[in-house]
């Protein structure tokens, strides 16, 4: 998205397909630097405008989630001792999962 918009000049960044992307809090945690430039300052706002907009909408990358696996402190999710499934679920025990 970025080099295809009016102003693009240069885009400098070290994340590639597959990197792990933490949220940036300073300049030692940012994704790059852009460099725009155009004889209109009107399109060269825009742009400007739409990336500060991709800024807070996260929308520089498309996410994909980390496979995640839930453990309970018990065997919760294995073969009970009678060989069947256990409930993983109960209203009378809800932090089973805690």
């Given at each position: 998205?970025?080099?295809?918009?009016?102003?693009?000049v240069y885009?400098?960044?070290?994340?590639?397909?597959?990197?792990?992307?933490?949220?940036?809090?300073?300049?030692?945690?940012?994704?790059?630097?852009?460099?725009?430039?155009?004889?209109?300052?009107?399109?060269?706002?825009?742009?400007?405008?739409?990336?500060?907009?991709?800024?807070?909408?996260?929308?520089?990358?498309?996410?994909?989630?980390?496979?995640?696996?839930?453990?309970?402190?018990?065997?919760?999710?294995?073969?009970?001792?009678?060989?069947?499934?256990?409930?993983?679920?109960?209203?009378?025990?809800?932090?089973?999962f805690w």
């Amino acid at each position: 998205v970025l080099k295809q918009l009016s102003s693009f000049v240069y885009l400098e960044t070290g994340i590639k397909p597959g990197s792990v992307v933490e949220h940036t809090t300073d300049l030692f945690t940012n994704i790059g630097c852009v460099i725009l430039m155009h004889r209109d300052e009107d399109v060269l706002r825009k742009d400007v405008d739409r990336i500060r907009q991709m800024e807070k909408d996260n929308a520089f990358f498309i996410y994909k989630a980390q496979k995640t696996m839930w453990r309970s402190k018990s065997s919760t999710f294995g073969m009970s001792q009678g060989g069947g499934h256990r409930r993983v679920i109960s209203t009378e025990n809800p932090e089973i999962f805690w």
